[in-house]
């Protein structure tokens, strides 16, 4: 997505009517182009309030997240499938473009060893389902690397570029964020 765009997280972490009216509200008083919305309750996000201040006030979003223990699509998978296709439901219903982050797992994630070809598979597999849906949806889904600290899975750009390629899906892209990759 180009332009500039801006975390929701600046002005609120609860993506209620407030919060949202907050955040679009400071995002066009920066003059941003696009805001990254975090998902952490999807099924509790108003989208009809949400897409209409940002049809309102012209402003573009994608969704983001980081997938719950209880979904880790590493070793859980079906949890994952079902938890990403709430949030790919939500983010269509709002009219954002794309959900986005740790969307193969949680931020905290840690075995202490290195990720297993099961996990990668499984990941993979989350991923293609998501992906179908996703593009029913219109909806691109973004794989975020993330520093070592935050998630063992996928930390670098190759890694993410690998499992890119490994789902195969028209409608993934690599989403690189400097200040997680630290």
Not at 39 to 46: G, S, T
Not at 124 to 135: D, E, F, G, I, P
Not at 152 to 176: P, S
């Amino acid at each position: 997505m180009h332009g500039f765009g801006v975390h929701t997280s600046m002005w609120t972490m609860n993506w209620d009517r407030a919060g949202a009216e907050k955040a679009i509200a400071a995002s066009v008083k920066y003059g941003m182009d696009f805001i990254e919305i975090a998902l952490l309750n999807a099924p509790a996000v108003d989208a009809a309030h949400t897409r209409a201040l940002l049809e309102k006030h012209n402003l573009r979003a994608v969704c983001s997240l980081g997938l719950p223990e209880r979904a880790w699509a590493s070793v859980r998978p079906d949890a994952a499938i079902e938890h990403l296709k709430v949030a790919i439901d939500k983010t269509a219903e709002m009219g954002a473009l794309a959900l986005s982050g740790v969307i193969f797992g949680g931020i905290g994630e840690r075995t202490g060893v290195p990720p297993t070809e099961k996990e990668y598979d499984n990941i993979a597999h989350v991923l293609t389902v998501a992906a179908k849906h996703a593009q029913t949806r219109g909806i691109e889904l973004g794989i975020e690397a993330v520093n070592r600290y935050e998630n063992h899975l996928i930390n670098t750009g190759a890694q993410a570029v690998w499992m890119l390629e490994k789902v195969g899906a028209d409608n993934i892209f690599v989403h690189l964020d400097t200040y997680h990759m630290n």
